[in-house]
C-alpha cells in the first residue's frame, strides 16, 4: 500500500489496517485521526512515541487473541498471515524446544495472566525459549512493561511491512 492510500480510505478501514499492528483501540484512533502523515517514518515515529504510553490494559486488549509462541495461528485475514511468517521458524523448531515452550507458554499464562509475547520476527526456536525462561523470573510490572515494548516492536514491524519499501 501507498502512504496516500492509507490516507484515502475511510476512517473505519484505516482503522482496521492499523488494528492488525497492533489492537490497541486508542492507539488506533489516534494514529488514524492524526492523518496525513509526512512519510511512513513520520507515521512510524508516532506509532512508537504513542505505543510508549501503552498501559498494562491496553497489552491486555491487544493480546485478547494473540497466538501463543509454537501454536500455529488459526487467526484469518493480515493478522494471521502476519502471525504464521512472524512465527514461520517455529514450524522448524527441535521437539524437545518445542514442548519446553509450551511448558514455558503455560507456566508464563499461570504466574502473569497473559500470553507470552515476544517479537518473533528474526528470532530462533531457542531464542525465544530463552527469552521466555529468562522473563519469567520478572515481577509482574517489569514483565508487563516489556511485554508492551515487545507488542510496540512487533507493530512497527506490522506498520513498516504494510507500505511500499519505496515510500519511506
Not at 486508542?26 to 496525513?36: D, F, I, K, Y
Not at 510490572?141 to 512487533?154: N, T
Amino acid at each position: 500500500m501507498l502512504l496516500d492510500d492509507f490516507h484515502a480510505l475511510p476512517t473505519h478501514e484505516a482503522a482496521s489496517v492499523v488494528r492488525v499492528w497492533a489492537d490497541v483501540p486508542g492507539w488506533v484512533a489516534t494514529l488514524v485521526a492524526e492523518r496525513p502523515y509526512a512519510s511512513v517514518d513520520a507515521l512510524a515515529a508516532r506509532a512508537q512515541q504513542l505505543a510508549a504510553g501503552w498501559t498494562t490494559d491496553d497489552l491486555d486488549a491487544a493480546l485478547a487473541h494473540h497466538p501463543r509462541i509454537g501454536e500455529r495461528p488459526t487467526a484469518a485475514g493480515a493478522e494471521g498471515d502476519h502471525s504464521r511468517r512472524e512465527q514461520a521458524s517455529m514450524a522448524h523448531a527441535d521437539e524437545a524446544i518445542a514442548a519446553r515452550i509450551a511448558a514455558g507458554n503455560a507456566e508464563y499464562e499461570r504466574r502473569f495472566g497473559r500470553v507470552f509475547l515476544i517479537r518473533a520476527a528474526g528470532r530462533t526456536p531457542s531464542e525465544m525459549l530463552a527469552e521466555l525462561e529468562r522473563r519469567l523470573a520478572n515481577a509482574p510490572e517489569a514483565e508487563a512493561r516489556e511485554a508492551a515494548r515487545q507488542l510496540a516492536e512487533i507493530a512497527l514491524l506490522r506498520l513498516r511491512a504494510a507500505f511500499d519499501p519505496g515510500d519511506a
